[in-house]
Each structure stands twice: as C-alpha cells, then as structure tokens.
C-alpha cells in the first residue's frame, strides 16, 4: 500500500521524500546480516532522532488544511517501515535457525555437562562445628528471634538504661523510642530459655546478630555462639576447663591457653580466653601482632543480677556464660585477612572450602 497522495503542495513533497526514504531503509535491510543490524537500520528511520520524527517537524508550519493529509502520509509511512522491519527480522532469524540446522549433528554419546554442586557457606560450615563441640560436651541447642525488645537484650542482661556499657554494643534500633532492636547478642536467647525453664540449663545459641560497626574485621550483620551453663556446683574451673577442650578440638592441637581480666555486664568476674597463635605458634607474627596470642572470645560467671531477672535464686544456683564470633574464628581457622571475603559471594573464594 502506497500513502494516499493529496493535492496539497506539502503532501505531494512529503510522498516524494517518503518514497526515497522507504526505498533506502529496503536497501539497509536488504544488507543487514542479523536482526540487530535490521533494528538499527531502522532506527534511521523510526527512531527519535530519525528521519520520521524529523519530517513530523514541519506540522508547525503547515496550515489546517495541510496537514491532516500530511500527518496520513507519515503514519502510513511508519507502518510500512515497521512492517517491513518485522518481516526481515522474522528471515534472518529463520535464516539463523535453518542454518543451525544444516551444522553437525549433535552427538548424543558425548558425556554430559553435569551440574555443579553447591556446599556449605564456610560461615555456615564453621558455625556448625562449633556448636557439635558443645553439644558433644552436653549443650543442647536454642535458638530466639533476631528482632528483640529491650528488656531481653539489656535490662535482663544488667544494662539498664543509661548504663554506659551500651555503648559498646552499636546498637541498630528498629523504632524511634528504642525499645525494638536488632539483636547485639544471642545472650536473650539464654534469657528467654532460663524464664521458660528451671534449672538446670546447658545451651549453646548460633546465631545472626546485629551491630553498626564495618571494618576488615567487622560487619554489621555477622554470626555469634553463645553458651550457658546453670547448676548448683559451677565455678571458674568448670568454665576454663569447657573453653580449653572446644579451642583444642577446633583448631586440632593441643594449644596453650589463658585468661585475661575484662568487664561484661552480666558476668562477674569476666575474662577474654585466648589461645597460643595458631599461625606463628607463639612466635609472633602479623596475625597475633606479634604477641604469640588470639584473642578467642569473652566469658565469664554469670553475674547474680541475670539471675534475679530471670527468678533464679542466686544463693542456690551458679553459672558460667561464654560469647564468640563466628566469622573471626573462621579468619582464624583457614587464614581470611579480610571479612568482606566471607560476604562478596565470589565462587572463586568460597569454592576452597
């Protein structure tokens, strides 16, 4: 179908001009060796910037009675381009597949592209050795929300309000007033358990949690095992003794270990357990800092005050609590320099493990 010409003086211009130019975009498609080439010869045409929408211009200076022949003769225009387009993509793509017809058969005794086969996350992978650890010593496995309130993850744990230890948590709060938080610790999961069950209690809590801190070290979402032990004879011998069997059995050695004084809330006394480097062994090394130690994780007696929160009867009843990361023990294991490793999900890392 040829676009209608009028009698008016612009209309019999613009069938010329039209005619040109469909009979050009023929020639470019005629030429064109794949569809993309096709879009793009028509694109001189069709596009914002082609020779369509340029013509379409010139309604401003046509009078009422020009250009309803005019604007006719454009659309029917674009149609043809558009149609035209359409019937040389179809061809080369039937081109395309007629040729890929006429190639080597396939072969179907050639062995087959299996699928690769995921594993564990080491972040994952690390977690759970940690806890069969514990659960060979006797811990039993309790889990909690992550989205807590501020009674199970402070005032229980002996942070009350304006108690300056706050601080060292960066806490993300979830709402203004600040009684809705991301968890900073899985110490509410311990919480929660001891006020739906007497004693005695032997957990162990994994678990994602919370902090607004980033750095090589540190991440605002990472993972933490936190354990529990609650009975009417416990003491500082039965804690160290605890620590210094799960570090032999993670890292694979019999490695020296120590206690160092420290402040936590809810235990007193509290401590840091380290272990002998298990890079330069003792030697000193850009690990350890040239100490010779790792610092493993904080611990330490349950303090009274957790107790009375929870309805225990601190005269009776005696505990020891411990805390560690997850992803710094995993650095530690397989020698990670950086966090942000165990989160970029690059196969090329994570594969190793």
Not at 49 to 67: C, H, I, N, P
Not at 79 to 104: N, S
Not at 316 to 337: N, T, Y
């Amino acid at each position: 179908m040829t676009p209608q010409k009028d009698s008016t003086p612009a209309a019999e211009g613009l069938s010329a001009e039209l005619d040109a130019l469909l009979a050009q975009l023929d020639a470019d498609l005629a030429n064109a060796r794949n569809p993309e080439e096709a879009r793009g010869a028509a694109a001189k045409l069709l596009g914002k910037k082609g020779a369509l929408t340029a013509l379409q211009k010139r309604f401003a200076s046509l009078s009422a009675d020009e250009r309803p022949a005019f604007g006719a003769a454009l659309n029917a225009a674009r149609t043809r381009a558009a149609e035209r387009l359409d019937a040389r993509v179809a061809g080369l793509d039937r081109e395309a597949f007629e040729k890929t017809l006429a190639g080597p058969p396939l072969d179907p005794t050639l062995p087959g592209r299996g699928a690769r086969h995921g594993h564990v996350h080491p972040i994952v992978q690390t977690m759970h050795d940690m806890v069969d650890i514990f659960v060979g010593m006797g811990f039993q496995v309790a889990e909690g929300p992550e989205v807590e309130d501020d009674f199970h993850n402070f005032e229980a744990l002996a942070f009350p309000p304006d108690h300056p230890a706050r601080d060292m948590q960066d806490t993300l709060f979830v709402d203004a007033p600040g009684s809705i938080l991301m968890r900073t610790h899985t110490s509410p999961v311990q919480i929660r358990t001891m006020l739906n069950q007497p004693p005695p209690v032997r957990i162990v809590c994994p678990g994602a949690i919370y902090r607004h801190d980033d750095d090589a070290t540190h991440s605002p979402r990472f993972h933490q095992v936190e354990g529990l032990l609650v009975d009417d004879h416990t003491s500082l011998a039965d804690l160290k003794g605890c620590l210094t069997l799960f570090v032999r059995q993670f890292f694979g050695s019999d490695l020296d270990v120590r206690f160092r004084a420290s402040f936590f809330p809810f235990t007193e006394p509290s401590g840091e357990f380290d272990c002998r480097c298990v890079v330069c062994q003792g030697k000193g090394c850009r690990v350890c800092k040239g100490s010779g130690w790792l610092e493993v994780l904080g611990c330490g007696m349950v303090d009274p005050e957790v107790f009375r929160h929870v309805g225990y009867d601190p005269e009776k009843w005696q505990g020891f609590a411990f805390g560690m990361g997850v992803e710094r023990l995993a650095m530690l294991r397989h020698g990670i320099p950086h966090i942000r490793l165990l989160y970029d999900n690059d196969l090329r890392f994570l594969s190793q493990f």
